[in-house]
């Protein structure tokens, strides 16, 4: 071989070798780069399973709250209905009690309502006047508290049952419904206790 084709040969492996050190870095740097770039996919997976982890149980924990309030809202409204359904059983049973118990507590809620010192009239549905016990207004003055006069009057009030206590004009109403109205919360506390 000749002095120039040694020095082309010498030069062509410097070039193969320089190449192949340039492709070697080149493909450590190209690893580099994948090996971060892998880690970063890593990381971001990681973090994106967090995310639907948390997304997924606060789902579930919103699921879980309102179907309890679902649940407590229907468990409350069977109660009310229940406690409703008592209060107009209780009612109906006033208004059907035999002529004497039935007479005889208005007897005691009229003389409890009556006015001391005035003078009034107590009135009655139509059918409650048609069973009205002869000697009510006897009974009704002893029961009144002094100075109080309350006569029965020939007007029917217009309720179910019960009666009206009127004075010149200005009415009480001791209906059934008026009382019960009156009385709903206390009788709905004392029902609720009573069944739950």
């Known amino acids: 071989m000749t002095g120039l084709e040694k020095i082309i040969?010498?030069?062509r492996t410097?070039?193969?070798e320089a190449a192949e050190a340039v492709l070697r870095q080149a493909r450590s740097q190209a690893a580099a780069v994948a090996e971060e770039a892998e880690a970063e996919a890593r990381t971001q997976c990681e973090r994106i399973e967090r995310e639907s982890a948390a997304r997924i149980a606060?789902?579930?924990e919103r699921t879980r709250s309102t179907a309890e309030l679902q649940r407590r809202r229907a468990l409350l409204s069977a109660k009310q209905e229940l406690i409703s359904e008592v209060m107009l059983a209780?009612?109906?049973a006033v208004r059907e009690l035999p002529a004497e118990?039935?007479?005889?507590?208005?007897?005691k809620m009229s003389a409890a309502a009556a006015h001391g010192g005035e003078r009034g009239e107590i009135r009655f549905s139509e059918s409650d006047r048609k069973c009205l016990p002869a000697d009510f207004a006897e009974r009704l003055k002893k029961l009144l508290p002094a100075?109080?006069?309350?006569?029965?009057?020939?007007?029917?009030?217009?309720?179910?049952?019960?009666f009206l206590l009127d004075y010149d004009g200005v009415e009480e109403n001791g209906s059934f419904d008026a009382v019960f109205a009156e009385k709903r919360e206390?009788?709905?506390?004392r029902i609720?206790?009573?069944?739950f």
């Open 90 to 92: 209780a009612k109906q």
């Open 9 to 11: 040969e010498d030069i």
């Open 147 to 162: 100075g109080a006069e309350l006569s029965v009057s020939e007007r029917p009030a217009e309720i179910e049952s019960g």
């Open 58 to 60: 606060e789902a579930g």
């Open 186 to 189: 206390q009788l709905q506390d």
């Open 192 to 195: 609720h206790r009573i069944l």
């Open 101 to 107: 118990k039935y007479f005889a507590l208005i007897l």
């Open 14 to 16: 410097e070039s193969r």
